[in-house]
T-cell receptor, first 112, second 115 residues
Framework: DAKTTQPPSMDCAEGRAANLPCNHSTISGNEYVYWYRQIHSQGPQYIIHGLKNNETNEMASLIITEDRKSSTLILPHATLRDTAVYYCIVRVRGGGADGLTFGKGTHLIIQP | GAGVSQTPSNKVTEKGKYVELRCDPISGHTALYWYRQSLGQGPEFLIYFQGTGAADDSGLPNDRFFAVRPEGSVSTLKIQRTERGDSAVYLC?????????????FGPGTRLTVT
């Protein structure tokens, strides 16, 4: 059962903001939204997570809609090194199964 | 500090052979996870250890797959009678403690090819 829906691929120009959407219309009240990315030939890397408030860290910003049915990961100034597959995951925090459930993600390609 | 390391980085084996894949977690991390990633797919959870014991092995595809973590640090994923369908990248991750409050840090993976 796919809990999240992401576009398979996106392009973004270097230096511009990359906005990656994710739909999670069946999200439960105790589920957080997590984002990971996987650069070619590397393991996945944690980026950010949030429950209902917008979040920002040194890597990205996460905007979650008020109804929590969708979210957007924002890379404010994309560089070529941001080319990767980005995974949006919903997950119970503070309980539940520990294994992460990945979908197919969005392949973000940063164009020079 | 040192991240999660996995050896070998690549392994080619013949159908029917036995293989072992090793994971060295981040020092001090008590939880360890194994995932499998097929071409074009996201990683798929296999098994997770808290300390020395397997807390959840629900993702192991069948009884040819087995994993151990005898001293609560290094883990080995063992695959018996390998099949061509076992070809994938096997990823290991560790976290400071078990539970979803702690982030998982992934290694670079072992690419297994069964011929």
């Amino acid at each position: 059962d796919a809990k999240t829906t992401q576009p398979p691929s996106m392009d973004c120009a270097e230096g511009r903001a990359a906005n990656l959407p994710c739909n999670h219309s069946t999200i439960s009240g105790n589920e957080y939204v997590y984002w990971y990315r996987q650069i070619h030939s590397q393991g996945p890397q944690y980026i950010i997570h949030g429950l209902k408030n917008n979040e920002t860290n040194e890597m990205a910003s996460l905007i979650i809609t008020e109804d929590r049915k969708s979210s957007t990961l924002i890379l404010p100034h994309a560089t070529l090194r941001d080319t990767a597959v980005y995974y949006c995951i919903v997950r119970v925090r503070g309980g539940g199964a520990d294994g992460l459930t990945f979908g197919k993600g969005t392949h973000l390609i940063i164009q020079p | 500090g040192a991240g999660v390391s996995q050896t070998p980085s690549n392994k080619v084996t013949e159908k029917g052979k036995y293989v072992e894949l090793r994971c060295d977690p981040i020092s001090g991390h008590t939880a360890l996870y194994w995932y499998r990633q097929s071409l074009g797919q996201g990683p798929e959870f296999l098994i997770y250890f808290q300390g020395t014991g397997a807390a959840d092995d629900s993702g192991l595809p069948n009884d040819r797959f087995f994993a151990v973590r005898p001293e609560g640090s290094v883990s080995t994923l063992k695959i018996q009678r390998t099949e061509r369908g076992d070809s994938a990248v096997y990823l290991c991750a560790s976290s400071l403690r078990h539970g979803t409050d702690y982030e998982q840090y992934f290694g670079p993976g072992t690419r297994l090819t069964v011929t």
